[in-house]
């Protein structure tokens, strides 16, 4: 982790430089980005990730900054390297607008091909309301400093493959969902962690969009080894974070049929539930 | 409620006429609807009728049968009348396929305006394997005959004009999150009841993008009156339902900044999960 010192701001750090979207002068709404490979898990290019990169073009795209719901089809895989956004405004509000984008590779045989397509409403999350009447309360899971680091895990886990993104992820497992790790999962389909970012960069909205996707999957808790493919991925921003690390519970509550849904909720430091997400993915064989 | 005799079947029913498409002959993946002014409420086409209006469309689009993962933008509010649907394909794999699909309609000064934009997941759930791990479990509610029906509130409760889609439905509400119909909501943000369609006709995965959106909104039990109309709304169907009535629970957790989510489940008759929804939602001002 950072020190205090060499601290990363936001507009400053890994996540920015790595999601900077660059606008195309001559195409209005089309964006060119070189996807990193720095946010790799295993063979894959971190959907959350992804989806901040997207979001990233849209908060350009659109008159308002924040996504307040956004949804992604993840069609085929991405790899790192160029990719071009190509970004639709579907209608735009007075206090929330609507886009629609797309993330294009060129493969092999030089065609064109779609990985993502995204729909979100925008809005100013900092504009909104101060009314806030919630019974969701925060996860209960241990302080930072008991929980676990990807530097305790022994080299023989489940992950086989690239662990780029633990590199730039200051992700601590609460010990009860990190049993997997040495071979004791808990069977209950939970995962919990607290999130900054390695560079000590604050989250803002877009990193709140990498943050839903960041932890390892609830499948692990399950027993389950391999990779965890999501088809799709709904989030709702709620707020804007406070600074400091973020707690992000996971939880399935239903595998069936190959597929399982995994639920996340984002809380800040300052106990304000940011975020909601829910994706549905392709549960592992093993 | 329909006699067993002049019980409705999947294919012939009110749902299935009023959410029937026609196919452009020369325009491939365009269809033609009338909606119906018999699924409105207040003065608007109920959000889950619509949905399963588009999701009809991307059935007949696409080469698998089931919206796995379906999510809806609300652009514009729809009105009864005619409507276009537009349909793309945008990947048909072996298992799943990815469309899109937008209903427009005719503006009084002739133009065409988008209403509703939906990106979907397609599959076949009575081919998905069989396993089922699940941790969820069925609502704890009343039986069908100790919940209560529409017929049973007073006439001053905090829905004022169309209820004409509750003359479709067959819904009884638990009585525990029916207080708002006499003045005395719970508080807690919830909403349950047992679904079926007035005329008889089972459920299907269609009429589950329909059952999502049916109950009152759970505003009502939080003291809320008027509108809460839905910015988005995503639906994963996760089992073919079992004849019967459905069993829908909505859950708000967290009203902010002028804006809630609903978590609905929707369990069949056999005890299985058959559809989880999300939406979020404007908050009423009331």
């Avoid at 979207?21 to 290019?45: C, F, H, K, M």
């Avoid at 160029?82 to 984008?101: D, E, H």
């Avoid at 086989?160 to 069977?187: H, Y």
């Avoid at 995994?262 to 106990?271: H, I, K, L, Q």
Wanted: charged share 20%.
């Amino acid at each position: 982790m950072a020190t205090a010192a060499a601290r990363a701001a936001i507009g400053d750090s890994e996540f920015d430089r790595d999601t900077a979207v660059v606008p195309r002068a001559d195409e209005p709404g089309t964006y060119d980005i070189d996807l990193s490979a720095g946010w790799t898990i295993i063979a894959a290019v971190n959907g959350g990730y992804l989806l901040a990169v997207l979001g990233r073009a849209l908060r350009d795209a659109l008159p308002h900054p924040d996504p307040l719901t956004i949804t992604a089809h993840y069609l085929t895989a991405s790899q790192p390297g160029p990719a071009v956004i190509r970004t639709q405004t579907l209608r735009a509000g007075r206090t929330m607008s609507t886009g629609q984008a797309s993330l294009y590779q060129t493969d092999e045989q030089g065609r064109e091909v779609e990985r993502i397509r995204v729909i979100a409403g925008y809005g100013d999350l900092s504009a909104l309301p101060d009314d806030v009447r919630t019974s969701a309360t925060p996860p209960a899971m241990p302080s930072y400093a008991d929980c676990v680091s990807s530097d305790d895990a022994p080299d023989d886990g489940p992950v086989t493959g690239s662990t780029a993104i633990l590199e730039r992820l200051d992700l601590r497992l609460d010990p009860a969902t990190a049993g997997w790790a040495i071979g004791m999962p808990s069977g209950a389909g939970d995962m919990r962690g607290w999130l900054g970012l390695a560079d000590g960069r604050d989250h803002d909205p877009l990193s709140l969009l990498l943050a839903v996707d960041a932890l390892p999957p609830t499948a692990f808790d399950l027993g389950l080894k391999g990779w965890t493919p999501t088809l799709e991925l709904t989030v709702h921003l709620r707020a804007v974070p406070a600074p400091g690390p973020l707690r992000v519970a996971l939880t399935t509550r239903n595998l069936a049929g190959g597929l399982l849904e995994e639920d996340a909720e984002v809380w800040d430091s300052a106990d304000r539930l940011v975020a909601q997400a829910r994706q549905l993915a392709r549960a592992p064989r093993g």
